[in-house]
């Protein structure tokens, strides 16, 4: 079975920062791009990020471009998300997902998310 | 607020069928054939249902339909059952620049 878990999310002041974690199980995870998604509270989805298989490519929104960083570890089957001056509105649930990097297909399956909330 | 625009409730009865849209412009939605839904119950993960805009991921239900016109996207869910009642949303690829862009959801009651 596919799992994915994330941690590392928390209340943090703005201008901080905090590193995100997925750990992934039950696939290859070399062979496939990862992503992260967030849903502030209430509110829709919003991608946030996406790295390819071998990690040689990322892809940010426009939101994230410029604070946060996405890398992997394959070797550790691990996603992370750094995210820096962090902001009252990256308030949200952070959910890695699997794929994201090609245009056909979708997010599948996602993490049950890590949240970050970001108040002083 | 979304990049693309799902009205914010709908509902309907048992057995009865009904629309969900997903509307953006050019391109996003209508420029691409990579529409993709998702169902999420409160509190839960969202889970994958269709994508490129009309094909089903396995194990979901045929009630459960997608189709495009446009600028806008549909999810059709006909035989309404109780167990239906979650948020959905929409997804799209917008290009090498943008990438991905979501709908606000839609709320689903089944009455």
């Known amino acids: 079975e596919v799992q994915l878990l994330e941690s590392g999310g928390g209340l943090i002041q703005p201008g901080g920062s905090l590193r995100l974690s997925c750990a992934a199980s039950g696939f290859t995870f070399s062979s496939y791009a990862m992503s992260w998604v967030r849903q502030a509270p209430g509110k829709g989805l919003e991608w946030v990020s996406t790295?390819?298989?071998?990690?040689?490519?990322?892809f940010y929104a426009d939101s994230a471009k410029g604070r946060f960083s996405i890398s992997r570890d394959n070797s550790k089957s691990a996603l992370f998300l750094e995210v820096d001056s962090l902001r009252a509105e990256d308030t949200a649930l952070y959910y890695c997902?699997?794929?994201?990097?090609?245009?056909?297909?979708?997010?599948?399956?996602w993490g049950q998310g890590t949240l970050v909330t970001v108040s002083s | 607020q979304s990049a693309l625009t799902q009205p914010r409730s709908v509902s309907g009865s048992p057995g009865q069928s009904v629309t969900i849209s997903c509307t953006g412009t050019?391109?996003?939605?209508?420029?691409?054939?990579?529409v993709s839904w998702y169902q999420q119950y409160p509190g839960k993960a969202p889970k994958f249902m269709i994508y490129?805009?009309?094909k089903r991921v396995s194990g979901v239900p045929d009630r459960f339909s997608g189709s495009k016109s446009g600028n806008t996207a549909s999810l059709t869910i006909s035989g309404l059952q109780a167990d239906d009642e979650a948020d959905y949303f929409c997804c799209s690829y917008a290009g090498s620049d943008t990438f991905w862009v979501f709908g606000g959801g839609t709320r689903l009651t089944v009455l």
């Open positions: 050019s391109n996003d939605v209508g420029g691409y054939n990579y």
């Open positions: 997902a699997k794929g994201g990097w090609r245009p056909a297909g979708g997010f599948d399956p």
């Open positions: 490129d805009v009309t």
């Open positions: 790295i390819t298989a071998g990690g040689g490519s990322t």
